[in-house]
């Protein structure tokens, strides 16, 4: 059975940092690429950003390129999302997801992002 | 960027038809995929590369992409259908994952 289960989430300060981790578990998550969604309270679902399952490509959307860090560890089967300069917006639930060609066909129960003072 | 636009809400009775569109420009030449998120929870896939659905997700979930305009039908829609749906593509010009807005589908 595939799982993912995020954590690292919290309360942090705006310009702080916070790291998400994902455990992947129940599949070959080296041959897999990886992303995180997020949901601002009330709102839709954001795409932030992907990593390829070598590892070797990581794609970023626009709110967060510069700030954010996507990376995995194959051995411990595991995903990572390193927020820099968080602001208020943020704010969201951040979903852990597998991708299966371009779609993302697995999720975590996700992890709440508070940006606050 | 690319935009992808979906009513904000459907209303269905129960045992009726339910059509979610999700427009873009155009849709007919990229794969779409559907999510459906119920309240409190995480999405789910539903249906994905057009029309192709997951195991273990019903029949009456099905979905048709042509033109500028995909659809999700939903067939003799129950009360546990009641939830928010996600068109999403890949945009291949920007490397970037887009999703439409979300539809909210009420069960009447």
């Known amino acids: 059975e595939v799982q993912l289960l995020e954590s690292g989430g919290g309360l942090v300060q705006p310009g702080g940092s916070l790291r998400l981790s994902c455990a992947a578990s129940g599949f070959t998550f080296s041959s897999y690429a990886m992303s995180w969604v997020r949901q601002a309270p009330g709102k839709g679902l954001e795409w932030v950003s992907t990593i390829s399952g070598s590892g070797g490509g990581t794609y970023y959307a626009d709110s967060v390129k510069g700030r954010f860090t996507i990376s995995r560890d194959d051995a411990k089967k595991s995903l990572s999302l390193q927020m820099d300069s968080l602001r208020a917006e943020d704010t969201a639930i951040y979903y852990c997801?597998?991708?299966?060609?371009?779609?993302?066909?697995?999720w975590g129960q996700g992890s709440l992002v508070t940006v606050s003072s | 960027s690319y935009v992808l636009t979906q009513p904000p809400s459907v209303s269905v009775a129960p045992g009726q038809t339910a059509r979610i569109t999700c427009g873009g420009d155009?849709?007919?030449?990229?794969?779409v995929h559907w999510y459906q998120q119920k309240a409190g929870q995480a999405p789910v896939l539903v249906v994905y590369?057009?029309?192709d659905r997951p195991s273990g997700i019903p029949e009456r979930f099905s979905g048709s992409n042509s033109g500028n305009t995909a659809t999700l039908t939903i067939s003799r829609v129950e009360a546990g259908d009641e939830a928010d749906y996600y068109c999403?593509?890949?945009?291949?010009?920007?490397?970037?994952?887009?999703f439409g807005g979300g539809t909210k589908l009420t069960v009447l």
């Open positions: 997801s597998r991708v299966s060609g371009e779609s993302r066909d697995y």
């Open positions: 999403q593509v890949w945009d291949s010009n920007s490397d970037h994952v887009v």
């Open positions: 590369d057009d029309s």
């Open positions: 155009p849709t007919g030449s990229k794969s």
